[in-house]
C-alpha cells in the first residue's frame, strides 16, 4: 500500500512569513497526526484528526498555527507567521486501529522547516 | 501529564547485545509502543506491549511491567543498520506520547 505522501520535504522562510504543509495519509486511515520533532527530541503531537474533526489540538500554539482536514483525507498545516523557535520537523502520520487496542502510526518522511 | 526517560545515548559493538530502558509516568496507559527512527527519516514501529511481559520478534525483544511503569527493548546480535534513535512512546487514548529518543551508535 501507498505509505503517508508529505510535501514539501524541505522548506526555508524567514521569520514573519507564512508556510504550509500538505499531507495525505494511507487510504482508509480514519485518524491523522501532525507532530513537531525538533532535533534531538522525540515527536510532539499537535494535533490529531479522526475523521474531519479535530480530537485534540490542546498543544497546537493556536496563535500562529492552525490545521484542517476538510474532506477527511488530505490535511495541510499553516504556520503564520514563522517564529525561529519553529525550526523542525513537521511529521504527519495516520493509523486505523488495530486488534486489541493497539493503534499503530505510520510516519510520512517529514517537512523539516529551517526559520531563519 | 505524563513523563516518559530513556538514555540520551548508548554505544554497543557489532554483535553485542543492548537494552534501553524507558520508564513513564502516565495519566491514562493503552499501551507502550517502541519505534525506530534513523537519521533524517520516519520513524518506524518495531514493538507494542500492552500486557506484562516480554514480546520478541526476531532480534528485537520488547518488555513492560505496569505496575512499575518501565519497559525495555533489547536488540540481540546488533549490526552496523541498527545505529539509529529509538522512542519509546506511550498510547493515551488514540494518540502516542513520545519520549526524546534514546541514540544508539552501533560500531564495528
Known amino acids: 500500500e501507498a505509505g503517508v505522501a508529505q510535501s514539501p520535504r524541505y522548506k526555508i522562510i524567514e521569520k514573519r512569513q507564512s508556510v504550509a504543509f500538505w499531507c495525505n495519509p494511507i487510504?482508509?486511515?480514519?485518524?491523522l497526526y501532525w507532530y513537531q520533532q525538533i532535533l534531538g527530541q522525540g515527536p510532539k503531537l499537535l494535533i490529531q484528526?479522526?475523521?474531519?474533526?479535530?480530537?485534540?489540538d490542546s498543544q497546537l500554539p493556536k496563535d500562529r498555527f492552525s490545521a484542517e482536514r476538510l474532506k477527511g483525507v488530505d490535511s495541510t498545516l499553516k504556520i503564520q507567521p514563522a517564529k525561529l523557535e519553529d525550526s523542525a520537523v513537521y511529521l504527519c502520520?495516520?493509523?486505523?486501529?488495530?486488534?486489541?487496542?493497539?493503534?499503530?502510526?505510520?510516519f510520512g518522511a517529514g517537512s523539516r522547516l529551517t526559520v531563519l | 501529564g505524563q513523563n516518559i526517560d530513556q538514555p540520551t545515548e548508548m554505544t554497543a559493538t557489532e554483535g553485542a547485545i543492548v537494552q534501553i530502558n524507558c520508564t513513564y509516568q502516565t495519566s491514562g496507559f493503552n499501551g507502550l509502543f517502541w519505534y525506530q527512527q534513523h537519521a533524517g527519516e520516519a520513524p518506524t514501529f518495531l514493538s507494542y506491549n500492552v500486557l506484562d511481559g516480554l514480546e520478541e520478534k526476531g532480534r528485537f525483544s520488547s518488555f513492560l511491567s505496569r505496575s512499575k511503569g518501565y519497559s525495555y527493548l533489547l536488540l540481540k546480535e546488533l549490526q552496523m543498520k541498527d545505529s539509529a534513535s529509538y522512542l519509546c512512546a506511550v498510547q493515551k487514548g488514540t494518540a502516542l506520547i513520545f519520549g526524546k529518543g534514546t541514540t544508539l551508535s552501533v560500531s564495528s
Open positions: 487510504s482508509g486511515h480514519a485518524t
Open positions: 502520520a495516520s493509523s486505523s486501529q488495530g486488534a486489541a487496542g493497539a493503534n499503530v502510526l505510520t
Open positions: 484528526f479522526q475523521n474531519n474533526g479535530v480530537v485534540d
